[in-house]
């Protein structure tokens, strides 16, 4: 399996931006769909976008399209996460994960970093 390891998150105001990025080891990178994924306290995890193992394809959850942008490096064998206005319904747990399949396949996202904690302030 490919080993993930999340950054960037941290507490920020209603309309600021962030910048998760996930650092991947282990496999060859650019076999792998790679996703983001979060989870809020009390609630079930939820997409967030995925992208395709070359960069060209992204599916982007509705509650994010138009203000993140997940992109990814197969050089630096990294996937990151543009969040921009955010807002307090954004409060949650941020995962990375990876997919050998088709980054369409949420289910089969199988590989999960730690996670990173995003909060949001109102």
């Known amino acids: 399996q490919v080993q993930l390891v999340e950054s960037g998150g941290g507490l920020v105001q209603t309309g600021d931006s962030l910048r998760l990025s996930c650092a991947a080891s282990?496999?060859?990178?650019?076999?792998?769909?790679m996703g983001w994924f979060r989870q809020a306290s009390g609630k079930e995890r939820e997409f967030v976008a995925t992208?395709?193992?070359?960069?060209?394809?992204?599916y982007v959850a509705v509650s994010a399209k138009g203000r993140f942008t997940i992109s990814r490096d197969n050089v630096k064998n990294t996937v990151t996460l543009q969040m921009n206005s955010l807002k307090p319904e954004d409060t949650a747990v941020y995962y990375c994960?990876?997919?050998?399949?088709?980054?369409?396949?949420?289910?089969?996202?199988?590989?999960w970093g730690q996670g990173t904690q995003v909060t949001v302030s109102s």
């Open positions: 992208i395709n193992w070359n960069g060209r394809s992204t």
């Open positions: 994960a990876a997919n050998s399949g088709s980054h369409y396949d949420l289910s089969d996202f199988g590989s």
């Open positions: 282990g496999r060859t990178f650019s076999n792998y769909a």
